[in-house]
């Protein structure tokens, strides 16, 4: 049974997806219910005191389906992201944080000295710490000795829809890391999601490739369909890539002229 | 009385607690997560933490995100 274990907690669906961007929490909803994801991601944020008539998110999200990963998102210093991390948890419904402290506000690319300090004050805390960082393959391993949960190198920037840009990277952090590897950040549509599962990463996250597709709910079927395509595809053991062709039957017993 | 209320001024007839004023603010208390002068509130305190004039209160809640 191909099990998906995050810090002790099993889970079916190796694809983990956001609530922001969405036209509509109801349209949320159901992408959620397309996508077959138990977890999912949310932000911090400031109630609007003075605007009380917005729908709540958590309304539109199941319990008894899905558990919460609440985000650092917006954070630019270690302590911003402990102290988002901290108010997250007090909410009362997740001990886990997707721990994101940002180096670059265009490129959203983390800053890993920031994110590396912040890891190590949370889980000594005792939070089930899922840094996003970049596919680099050193901070990977220093994050995974700082405790983390899991890492999260990211595919190409937030939001971007370019895919996995740098295969070979994802390839190495794979290679010597103890704890699980979730592709977060840059996905654009099924077939990426599909290539970073082919390459042996535990899972994938995304926000934006659903939130933003025409049609977020169908989009989110066809990531869903594509994680499991490109897991079991991993599972069932890949050709090796030839320079030139090999053919698929023996010459032998050809009618022919010759 | 004046207080700071997710980093704006905010006004009060008079010191209540975090309770008393997730209330009247109509805001559920089992889905924020309350800092007061810069220390978080335990849920469990709300009934018996005070607001006083000049004081920092943070509310926050979950939010749409990656």
């Known amino acids: ?258 | 009385m004046r207080i700071t209320l997710n980093g704006e001024p905010h006004e009060l007839a008079e010191p209540l607690t975090i309770a008393r004023l997730l209330a009247t603010l109509e805001i559920d208390p089992r889905r924020v997560a309350v800092e007061h002068n810069l220390v978080i509130v335990k849920r469990a305190a709300y009934h018996t933490t005070t607001v006083h004039p000049g004081d920092q209160v943070e509310i926050v809640n979950f939010v749409g995100g990656g």
């Open chain 1, 1 to 258: 049974m191909d099990t998906f274990v995050i810090a002790g907690k099993t889970f079916s669906s190796r694809l983990i997806i956001g609530t922001g961007k969405y036209g509509s929490h109801e349209i949320m909803r159901q992408a959620h219910d397309a996508s077959g994801a138990e977890l999912v991601t949310v932000a911090v944020r400031r109630v609007n005191v003075t605007d009380r008539s917005k729908e709540s998110l958590l309304d539109f999200i199941d319990p008894a389906r899905y558990a919460l990963l609440p985000n650092t998102a917006g954070c630019y210093t270690a302590e911003d992201a402990i102290r988002t991390a901290r108010l997250a948890r007090e909410v009362g419904l997740s001990e886990w944080i997707k721990l994101e402290v940002i180096g670059d506000e265009r490129t959203l690319f983390p800053d890993n000295a920031g994110l590396l300090e912040a890891t190590r004050v949370l889980v000594k805390e005792g939070f089930v710490v899922l840094p996003y960082t970049n596919d680099d393959p050193v901070v990977c391993r220093k994050l995974e000795d700082a405790g983390a949960a899991a890492v999260m190198p990211l595919g190409a920037p937030i939001g971007s829809g370019l895919g996995i840009q740098n295969l070979n990277n994802i390839r190495i952090i794979l290679e010597f890391a103890g704890v699980p590897v979730i592709v977060d950040a840059g996905v654009g549509t099924a077939s990426d999601a599909a290539i970073a599962m082919e390459l042996g990463v535990d899972g994938v996250l995304m926000n934006t490739a659903v939130a933003g597709a025409r049609d977020p709910v169908a989009m989110a079927g066809a990531m869903k369909l594509a994680v499991i395509a490109g897991r079991q595809a991993y599972l069932a053991g890949r050709i090796p890539s030839r320079r030139y062709a090999t053919a698929s039957s023996s010459p032998d017993g050809l009618v022919t002229g010759d």
